[in-house]
C-alpha cells in the first residue's frame, strides 16, 4: 500500500508513505550526541558563557528576513503534494473491492501537517470530509454524532481523530464506538487521520484490530535540502543561496554557475533532520527561524535582475550550536510534566479543557501557561487552543521519554 | 601479660616507626575525606538525572564507600603488621573476638550491611517495609538502611533487621510499583459498568504508566462489594498522588453513575 508522490527517477521521493515498521527517523548524529550531553552537563554545574570565536558573519551584522519576504522564501507549506503521495500509497486500497479494510489510518507526528494533507485529498476524490466532535460532544457522549455526520455516505474521511477524544473516563466511549464501527465496516469506507501520540495512547485504550496504518515518511537532510531549495526556486527572487553565517559553507548547494572547488557543505541539515526527528512541520519551522540576511544583501526579483550585474543573493543561516532552541531546565519539565504531556496527547486543547483532564495537584493557572509559552514550550493558537511549541517539541519528547511517559513511536 | 606474650606483641608490631604513623593518620584522614566526598557529591550529581541514572547514582554512593574502606583496612594492615598468614590470623581473630563482644549487634549490623549490599534486599529508591515502617530508601549506610517515610520522616533501621524480620519491597529496584485504591460500595450496583468505569478511571489518568497492566477485582463483603483498582504510577514517588487521583476521580465517576458507597444502613438494607 505504500507509495509515493511523482519524482525525478532514482531519486527518493520527497513525499512519501510509507507502512509504519518502514518508517525510519534520521540518526542522531555520534557528534550531536555527544555535544548535547557534554552542554546538558557543562549547563548543571556551570554558568559561564563560552568564550567568543571570529565568525564569518557576525550577529550584529546579520537581522531577521521581513516577514513578507519569508513567506517567499518559506513559505507555510500546503497539503498538495502529500496528498498526491497519499492518493498513490492508497491506490491500491482504493481499487479493492473487497471490504475487508474498510478503514485505513494515516498517522503523523505533530506538526505533520495531517489534517491540511487529508483535507486535501478527500478533494482530490470528493470525499466527505467529516468535522471532528465537539469536546462537550464527546464529553456528553454522544454517540449519534457518528451517525448524523456520515448518513447516506459510503466514503468519508475524518482527519483529526485526536479531537475525538479525551483523556478522561467519560471521554473515550465516543472514540471507541466510532473505531469499532468504523472498522467493522457499518459506515463504509473511511481514511482516518490520526496524531501519533493520539493513536499511541488510543491503541492502548481501544481493544480493536488496528486497521492498515500509512505514515508519511520522515524528511533527512537530502529531503530537507530538496524541499526548502523548491521553496526557494518557486520564490521569484533571483539565485538565492544559503550559507551558514559562522564559517561560510553552503547550506543548500549553490548554483552551480557560482560553484566552486573548495565550497564546503555544511552539516546544518543533518543537525536539523536529526533534531526534529524527520517531521517536516518542526524542520520548516526551525529553517525559519534560522534564517538571516545582511542588510546590504536585500533579496532581488528574477524579473528585476539583469545578467548584467547578476549578483546571487546571499542568505544567512544561524549555525546550529548557536540557534536559540528552547533549552528547559529539568526542574521545569519535571514540575510540568502533565501539562505538557496531556497538550501532546490531544494535540493541543483549551486552558478549560486542560483543567477538566488534569489532577487537582496539576491544575494548569493562566500565570504558569505564560511560564511555558515564554520558555519556548507552549504556545496558543488563534482558536484558543494550547499546544506544543515546534522549537520546543525534541526537547519535551527526548524528556517525556527519558521519564517513562507514554509517547509515540515514531 | 607474660614475657613471651609481650615478646609476642613486641615482634607483631616492631617495624611500627614514626613514619608509618603518619602514613596512617593521613590514610585515616583521606579514607574519611573520600567517605565524605563520596557522600556529599554523588547525591547531588544523582539528584540532576532522571529515571534510572539517578538511583544508579544513589546506589554507587553505599559501594565506594565499602570499597574505600576495605582498601584503607587494607593499607593500614600492611603497614601495622608484617602481612604473614599468622600474624593476619592472630590480629584479626583478637580483634573480632574483642569487638563481636563487646558490641555484638554493632558488628551484627555491620555483618549485615556488608551482605545487604551483597543480596540487595533493598536499593537507594526502592520503597520498602521493615516492621512496620514504610518508606523511600534514601541511603544504606554502613549499619543502617536510611528511609523517609511519606509522612518525611526519616527512619534510621539498622541492618541487622534483615537476619529475622520480612524485608517487603515494593519495587525492587525498578520503576514499578503497584498501587491499590480500594471502592467500598452499597451491593446493588452493575458490577459489569463499575468494572468497566473504574478501569478508565485509572486509564485517563495522568499518572498512570500505561504500559503496565491495570486490574480491577471484586469481592463480596457482609457490609458491601470491595472493589480493587490496581495500577502502576510512572514514578514511584507518585504512588500518593497516584491513589488520591485514583479514590477521587473513581468516587466522582460512581457518583454520577448513580452507585452508592457502602455505609452502615446498607447492611440494614440488606437484611430488610
Redesign the interface.
Known sequence: MASSAPSDQGVAPLWQYVAVTDYCPPAVTVEHTVRTGLSAFWQ?FCTKEPPPETPFKTEEELQSIPGILLERIAPAPDGQRAALALDEALTAWLDSVQMDQPVVLVLHPPYGMHGDILKAWAGLHEWRVLPPPTTGQIFRRETDWIMSGSANLTSWVLPNLERCYL??????TLVRRLLDQACSGALGRGVIGCDSWAWA?LR??WSGATPPLLILQSFDQHRLARWFQSFASKSGISDLIFRQADNGDYVLPPPTDTQNESANISDFLQQLAAYSRGIPGIAHAIWRASLRTAPDELPKDASTAKESTYQPTTLWITPWRRFKRPAPT?DLL?QHA?IL??LLLHNGLSAEWLSQ??????QPSPATLYRLESAGLIKQQRNGFWQISPLGYPAIRL?LK?????TDDL | MSNEQTENLAALLGHLTETTIVQIVLIVAGTWLLIALTQRFLPVLAGKLAGRNRLYMLALVPALRLCIITGAVLLILQRVIEPTLENLVGLLGALGLAVGFASKDYVSSLIAGVVASYEMPYRPGDWIEIDGTYGEVQAIRLRTVEIVTPDDTVAHIPHLQIWNQTILNANDGSQHLLCVANFYLHPRHNAVQVLKLLHDVALTSPFLQIERPINVTVQEKPFGTHYCLKAYPIDPRQQFHFVTDLTVRGKAMLLQLGVESATTPAIADLAS
Open positions: 548543571h483523556r478522561h473516563a467519560h471521554g473515550l495512547f492502548r485504550a529539568t519535571r502533565f504531556h496531556t483532564l488534569l489532577p487537582a495537584s496539576s524528556f527519558s521519564e517513562g511517559y507514554l
